[in-house]
């Protein structure tokens, strides 16, 4: 067989391309991210690129049966890859986070996985990213999953932060504020740990309707944990809207006293009060405005909504990185 000129380049072309392809499943290497994967895949779509070297992008065996990934995209020094689409075949979603050398940092799944945000979130010049889960239904859990995508990978939040909030502009999900103009960011969200709460019959009512309570989470030693506490001013704001809600509700209800529905506002008082002065002070002043005969009750059963509010801490987790567990998966998953 006599090979022409073009015919040797071509096959010395053809044996560099298989090279290539062969050392990118061997190496460790990162591979570059194709810009057609860049930006989220129009429903459907299918990748241009071979499925072997697809899946070595998005970390899946080559041969894998799996469906095509939904979209990857590049996020500081992590690649996030999707996968699953609830909403055209109802399965559920996951998110891959993989470090530049294609290790797993960790999985994210959900009915519904989406991107609530990209930002440096603790100013050192690194984009964070938070996740957002949602398990479906009508009052289907969100849960909040905060990594940073520097050259060490780590979770700064996983949040689990139960329903959405018809009224965020007042009640926020989560919303990133710089609370004292320092140049730090903070996490502003709202601790619903009063729905569906039966604890104390006189004082339950519907999901819509119950109590509420605000929760700043901020950067301490490389995490996002409960600060609330510690920010005076701000919850001084927050307590004299709650008196004025404790107020209005004693003024409609009447001679029937803060129960159900009447009660929330009590119950958001006395939580304020709490964080910004400690139980016995919180009490007193609860007690101060209420009617002879509701205080007695009030004093009984106080220490319900103290129990609630000490809870709040279950809702935070700091799962290691490159770990196999999804911190809050239970309420993530359906």
């Not at 440096?120 to 009508?138: C, F």
């Not at 301490?220 to 927050?238: E, F, K, M, N, P």
Request: net charge neutral.
């Amino acid at each position: 067989m006599k090979l022409t000129l073009p015919g040797l380049c071509g096959l010395i072309l053809a044996t560099a391309v298989l090279k290539v392809g062969i050392d990118a499943f061997q190496s460790e290497a990162p591979l570059p991210i194709p810009a057609d994967e860049r930006a989220t895949a129009p429903q459907g779509a299918r990748s241009v690129l071979p499925t072997a070297l697809l899946s070595r992008l998005s970390g899946e065996l080559p041969g894998s049966v799996a469906a095509l990934p939904a979209w990857i995209k590049p996020v500081g020094q992590l690649r996030l890859v999707k996968w699953g689409n609830s909403a055209s075949n109802g399965d559920r979603e996951t998110v891959v986070l993989r470090d530049e050398r294609g290790r797993t940092v960790a999985r994210i799944a959900g009915y519904r996985v989406e991107i609530e945000r990209i930002q440096d979130l603790t100013a050192d010049g690194i984009p964070e990213v938070v996740l957002r889960t949602w398990s479906g239904g009508a009052h289907g859990a969100f849960v909040y999953y905060t990594y940073s995508a520097g050259p060490r990978p780590r979770c700064l939040l996983a949040y689990f932060k139960n329903n959405d909030e018809d009224d965020p502009a007042h009640w926020p999900n989560f919303e990133v504020k710089d609370l004292y103009g320092d140049g730090s960011l903070e996490i502003v969200t709202t601790y619903d740990g009063f729905a569906y709460w039966c604890e104390v019959s006189d004082w339950a009512t519907s999901y819509a309707g119950s109590a509420r309570m605000p929760i700043v989470l901020g950067l301490r030693r490389g995490r996002y944990v409960d600060i609330t506490s510690d920010c005076r001013s701000w919850l001084r704001l927050q307590l004299a809207r709650a008196k004025q809600s404790f107020l209005d509700d004693l003024i409609a209800a009447g001679q029937r006293g803060p129960v159900n529905e009447f009660a929330q506002g009590m119950i958001e008082y006395h939580s304020v009060a709490l964080m910004l002065h400690g139980r016995a002070t919180a009490r007193r002043m609860v007690v101060r405005l209420l009617s002879p005969q509701d205080r007695s009750y009030f004093l009984e059963n106080c220490g319900q909504i103290e129990k609630v509010v000490a809870e709040r801490w279950q809702r935070y987790a700091y799962p290691p990185a490159y770990g196999s567990a999804q911190a809050f998966e239970g309420h993530a998953v359906p």
